[in-house]
């Protein structure tokens, strides 16, 4: 080598079965390695990656994490066993191929998430790739990394495919919510006393908006916090508030016009928010408000 040259590092791939070796491969420093965890049973735990908030794991599980990035594991119950592959790459074994090392700059970040949740046939490929790679990776054969790097791009690939299934998902779930918290608000005021309110259960709503009663409960949980019940059962006691505070309708008209069948339900549900029965709060509305 004549002066001045610069040596360059090979390119270096290993992958093992999570429980081979107690999860360490010879000369595998994470300071330098990409790598790739394919998590298939364990217990729940959670990974901080960077400065992203602690991301729950409860099932199995695709994860990509940057040597350049700090993450930490924490698992609570490490009794239990966990099982599944993980393979680590350096920097100069993916540079050798544009397109592959374009895919890893998307995936391997510390703007998004580096978790990715498979359902259950995409989770049997992805092991089925790895099963593979380990068994390639005792083979004698001169072109062994070409083969490594077409199975990376798949499970890149695989990962971005993920991603856009969850992105899709969370988009629809935001839009099934808006359309529940936009019907829920149409409802009142109240035109009294002759129209009730059209839409009283979540079914009522779920039935509106052409979607599965589980499904507009779930989103509406995860884009609010509250569940469909909750945020009703809100809005009914705050417009029979002010109905009663307001108004000089009777608490049986109000009870018609709020959809509860019976008066004697409305007084319950009343009762329940407020502790007290609608006709008290209306005789003590200045002290109950």
């Known amino acids: 080598m004549t002066s001045g040259t610069i040596k360059r590092t090979a390119g270096q791939f290993k992958i093992a079965g999570i429980n081979e070796g107690k999860c360490t491969l010879e000369s595998y420093t994470r300071r330098d390695f990409y790598k790739i965890s394919l998590v298939t049973e364990g217990p729940p735990c959670s990974l901080r990656y960077g400065s992203l908030p602690a991301i729950e794991i409860d099932r199995p599980v695709l994860v990509f994490t940057n040597p350049i990035i700090p993450y930490t594991w924490s698992v609570p119950e490490r009794m239990i066993s966990t099982e599944g592959y993980f393979c680590v790459f350096n920097d100069e074994f993916i540079r050798t191929n544009t397109q592959l090392s374009g895919i890893a700059d998307r995936l391997f970040t510390a703007q998004q998430s580096p978790v990715y949740f498979p359902d259950s046939s995409t989770e049997q490929f992805l092991k089925e790739l790895f099963i593979r790679m380990r068994a390639e990776s005792d083979m004698d054969y001169a072109d062994k990394d070409e083969l490594f790097r077409s199975h990376l791009s798949l499970i890149f690939h695989e990962a971005i495919q993920m991603r856009r299934l969850e992105t899709s998902t969370d988009n629809g779930t935001s839009r099934v919510a808006a359309e529940f918290m936009h019907l829920l608000k149409l409802q009142f005021p109240v035109d009294m006393p002759l129209q009730p309110i059209a839409l009283k259960k979540?079914?009522?709503?779920?039935?509106?908006?052409?979607?599965?009663?589980?499904?507009?409960?779930?989103?509406?949980?995860?884009?609010?916090?509250?569940?469909?019940?909750?945020?009703?059962?809100?809005?009914?006691?705050?417009?029979?508030?002010?109905?009663?505070?307001?108004?000089?309708?009777?608490?049986?008209?109000?009870?018609?016009?709020?959809?509860f069948e019976y008066q004697s339900y409305f007084n319950r549900f009343f009762r329940k928010h407020a502790g007290v029965t609608p006709s008290d709060f209306r005789k003590n509305f200045e002290k109950y408000k």
């Open 202 to 259: 979540p079914f009522d709503y779920a039935d509106r908006i052409a979607v599965h009663v589980n499904h507009l409960n779930m989103a509406v949980q995860k884009a609010t916090g509250k569940s469909t019940t909750t945020h009703i059962s809100e809005r009914l006691f705050a417009e029979a508030k002010s109905l009663l505070t307001y108004t000089d309708y009777s608490v049986a008209d109000i009870a018609f016009g709020l959809g």
